[in-house]
């Protein structure tokens, strides 16, 4: 069995692949480009990526493929219907980063919301010892109690970071965009609610056709001015020249 490992680099460089080789020959590439799928894939029966995409283009001439395997949750990179269709099964890795995305979800909060970079920058620059004050407030910042964080998409993630966010005293509130109705203590509202009453609003929803590019021109001016926006998800469920305006 062959088992080739497309974007090696993309989980870094500190992981190895070597308990694969009991199963057979494993092939590594730090990085494989979507033109070079094609050629890599040809004698492959397992296919490891992260990103790439696994569909009719790119798996044509992969004849042997009989899995193909993600180094990451989303599974919106998949052909299902023609993976289906070749019998090719597909397996993600479920759960695998809840505690490491729901903190570095407040990792990117706190950064924002403290101006540690400018503070850090004001220190190492030499000011702050210049400047002939102890307590230095030249950017005011913010505490986390009492605001309003909202949350798109409860899953694990979210629901993670709803509990830290309730232990810093905020006041979470959560919303569908499928509108599924979610089994948790928080208050769920639609949509339009979500945007304009959130201080915070962090996205923790998969990339689907109800996600896709929601996070819009006319979604951003429903927000306050003051809110930070966190996407903890995929890109494109942000329109990032909307975002950038």
């Avoid at 193909?68 to 052909?79: K, S």
């Avoid at 990792?107 to 400018?118: D, G, P």
């Avoid at 970071?161 to 979470?172: H, L, S, W």
């Avoid at 979604?219 to 926006?229: G, N, R």
Wanted: hydrophobic share 40%; charged share 25%; glycine share 8%.
């Amino acid at each position: 069995m062959k088992i080739v490992v497309l974007e090696s680099k993309s989980v870094g460089d500190d992981v190895t692949f070597s308990a694969f080789e009991k199963f057979g020959e494993v092939e590594l590439y730090p990085q494989t480009s979507k033109e070079e799928m094609v050629a890599r894939s040809r004698d492959a029966d397992v296919l490891i990526a992260n990103k790439l995409p696994f569909c009719e283009e790119t798996l044509k001439e992969a004849k042997n493929l009989k899995l193909v395997c993600l180094t990451a949750t989303g599974f919106n990179n998949l052909d299902g219907e023609y993976l289906k269709k070749r019998g090719i099964a597909a397996y993600n890795v479920a759960g695998y980063s809840t505690e490491g995305v729901a903190q570095h979800t407040f990792a990117l909060l706190l950064y924002l919301y403290e101006k540690l970079r400018y503070y850090d920058d004001f220190v190492k620059s030499g000011s702050y010892i210049g400047c002939g004050m102890f307590s230095y407030f030249g950017v005011a910042f913010n505490e986390l109690k009492d605001k309003t964080w909202g949350i798109l998409g409860l899953g694990a993630i979210g629901r993670k970071v709803a509990e830290i966010a309730t232990t810093f005293g905020c006041k979470v509130i959560c919303c569908s965009a499928s509108g599924n109705i979610y089994n948790s203590p928080y208050e769920q509202v639609s949509f339009d609610e979500l945007l304009k009453r959130s201080d915070i609003l962090s996205v923790h929803a998969p990339l689907n056709a109800y996600t896709n590019q929601i996070m819009d021109k006319n979604a951003f001016a429903k927000m306050k001015s003051s809110a930070i926006f966190l996407n903890l998800a995929r890109g494109l469920i942000v329109n990032e020249q909307d975002l950038a305006d």
